[in-house]
């Protein structure tokens, strides 16, 4: 973090504010690909062997690649990730923002060109050119709700319009499928599913407190909670005056006094010295 602080003090005048705006309208654009011009998707995917070929565009034409959503809730999706993507932006910072998206993109990048030179050399040279298939911004959607859940884990979301969930939950959920996904999925799945969520994994990481997870904080933190669960005793006698009570000494004495209007007790050091309290 003291390295994010000090890059941010460098560079953070150059982070895009409201990112989130136009990562959605990407996903429109291509959304609109999809409708109008089907087959021109196919040369926006992540690519490897077509860049190396030149065909450099894919390296960000693949942003343009929208999660698969039903039409009937584009809208509720977009008005969605609106929401998070902003809400993270104002809880960690524009530029920290900027930072675990790009990173995020970087790594599925890398991912990409390494599975490609895994199985290139592993073929002796043949070009594989199935790899995009597998990097797209489903999984980028499915690192910004985790960070979202771990960052506002209270949060409550209505499934399905009706059924209220917190983001904890629904984080939990997606961290669980994409752990059956890498468990199902072969090596190029596997490469998709940490490449696009190495740079979560890292936010999630850096973000913990290990301090409490020391014994001695362990310890100190259950002494804590055993001196709070033991009763504690309520003094029956108090002095209106030096505020003792029994439980400062068992020689102390206490009485009321008869001439002061009100329930007003003294010790034996201020009985007779306190002046009498009248009402009004």
């Known amino acids: 973090m003291g390295f994010l602080n000090k890059m941010e003090r460098k560079f953070g005048k150059y982070a895009i504010p409201n990112l989130t705006f136009w990562l959605l309208g990407a996903w429109l654009t291509g959304f609109i ?18 860049i190396l070929r030149g065909q450099v565009w894919r390296l960000v034409s693949w942003l343009l690649i929208p999660p698969s959503v039903n039409m009937i809730f584009l809208v509720f999706f ?52 199935t790899i995009g298939y597998y990097f797209g911004s489903q999984y980028i959607t499915m690192s910004l709700f985790m960070v979202f859940a771990v960052v ?21 959920l997606d961290a669980a499928w994409m752990g059956y996904m890498f468990l ?67 020689e102390l004495e206490f009485r009321f006094c008869s001439k002061c209007e009100g329930n007003y007790e003294y010790c034996q050091d201020h009985l007779f010295t306190h002046q009498h309290r009248k009402k009004g």
């Open 33 to 50: 690909i999809q409708i109008t011009m089907p087959e021109v998707q196919s040369m926006l995917t992540l690519e490897p062997a077509y």
């Open 78 to 129: 977009f008005a969605c990730y609106y929401f998070i993507g902003t809400s993270i932006e104002q809880a960690i910072g524009t530029f920290r923002y900027n930072v675990y998206l790009f990173s995020g993109l970087l790594c599925s990048i890398l991912g990409a060109f390494l599975l490609y030179a895994f199985y290139y050399v592993g073929t002796g040279g043949i070009s594989v050119t």
């Open 152 to 172: 506002y884990p209270n949060v409550e979301f209505r499934l399905y319009f009706l059924i209220p969930i917190k983001a904890k939950w629904m984080g939990i």
């Open 184 to 250: 199902v999925s072969g090596l190029p799945g596997r490469v998709a599913i940490i490449a696009s969520l190495l740079n979560f994994l890292i936010f999630f990481f850096s973000t913990r407190n290990y301090k409490r997870m020391a014994p001695r904080e362990i310890h100190r933190r259950q002494a804590y909670r055993q001196q709070v669960r033991q009763p504690r005793q309520i003094s029956k006698h108090k002095c209106a005056i030096c505020g003792r009570t029994e439980e400062d000494g068992a």
